[in-house]
């Protein structure tokens, strides 16, 4: 399934649906990438996969005499981000369309920013090449990506576990689930941004607890949710529950996850990046921490 197919049916509509949730779940990350984006207060920010609008929201709130645009391939979610947007931000637009081909004006951006969009390109090198036209000389492009799951890390086991549970039925689509993972390598990101003509890469791994649910019942329901299977049995409903429990805490499931910050640069000069060398080696700045 293609990304706009998958993010036009029903995961867009999910995600659209329960926005709040999945907004709990991905907000703690939001610190590291911000904190990276260093957004300034006239900068012009460029949101790629803005989802319901809340990335594009706070980078508002930083570059509150700026304007930021966000774009997502999800009519849903557009729709949703709008709709959640009021006149306190103004100078926030929404935009479908896929920012692989996008028509953005060149160098009509000071920073792009993305939580965890940018996994979904069919040609990364492609997309990263033209969100970097659109970003000014001196540029950056902030995103934030999944991490290998580690063996034994906590959403790892708990999801393959619950998936086994639920059956094949309950699967996540498997096109999806290959795209989040596709840049989950940090030297593969490198090359990618490398050959779109970014320098000074840096992916820096950040780990949180994300939030699944209220409680243990909560979380299988939203669990369950996000798939088209058929009513799960009471009896796989309360081993799913069981999975869940031990995670329960006093502010909610919470289940540990990790996910790369990367940053890149575009050259201040054009001549920068004709003078720059692949061989394979990483360029000065580069470091996976």
């Not at 509509?13 to 991905?26: T, V």
């Not at 012009?44 to 990335?55: E, F």
């Not at 939030?211 to 799913?240: C, I, K, L, N, Y």
């Not at 910050?261 to 921490?289: D, M």
């Amino acid at each position: 399934m293609k990304a706009w197919e998958a993010w036009n049916g029903p995961l867009g509509r999910h995600w659209a649906d329960h926005h709040e949730r999945y907004d709990a779940m991905l907000a703690p990350f939001d610190t590291a990438l911000f904190e990276a984006a260093a957004i300034g207060v006239a900068d012009r920010v460029l949101d790629i996969g803005c989802g319901s609008g809340g990335t594009s929201r706070e980078a508002a709130r930083l570059a509150r005499r700026g304007r930021v645009t966000g774009v997502d391939v999800s009519g849903p979610l557009v729709e949703r981000a709008r709709a959640l947007t009021g006149p306190a931000h103004g100078h926030v637009t929404f935009e479908l369309g896929d920012a692989q081909v996008h028509p953005f004006t060149p160098g009509g951006y000071d920073v792009a920013i993305s939580r965890g969009g940018v996994m979904f390109f069919s040609d990364h090198v492609a997309a990263f090449t033209h969100i970097g036209e659109a970003l000014r000389p001196g540029g950056r492009l902030v995103f934030v990506c999944p991490r290998p799951a580690s063996s034994g890390g906590e959403e790892r086991e708990a999801l393959m576990l619950l998936a086994s549970l639920a059956g094949g039925d309950h699967a996540v689509d498997t096109s999806v689930a290959r795209s989040m993972a596709s840049l989950s390598d940090p030297e593969r990101t490198r090359s990618l941004l490398d050959a779109a003509g970014f320098e000074d890469v840096s992916a820096v791994p950040v780990s949180a607890a994300t939030r699944w649910g209220e409680d243990a019942a909560d979380a299988v329901d939203f669990f369950v949710s996000r798939t088209q299977g058929p009513p799960v049995t009471d009896r796989t409903r309360a081993a799913m529950t069981d999975v869940f429990r031990p995670y329960e805490t006093p502010e909610g499931v919470l289940l540990r996850a990790g996910v790369w910050v990367v940053s890149a640069g575009r050259p201040h000069r054009a001549a920068a990046a004709s003078a720059r060398t692949s061989g394979g080696r990483p360029p000065a700045g580069w470091r996976a921490r």
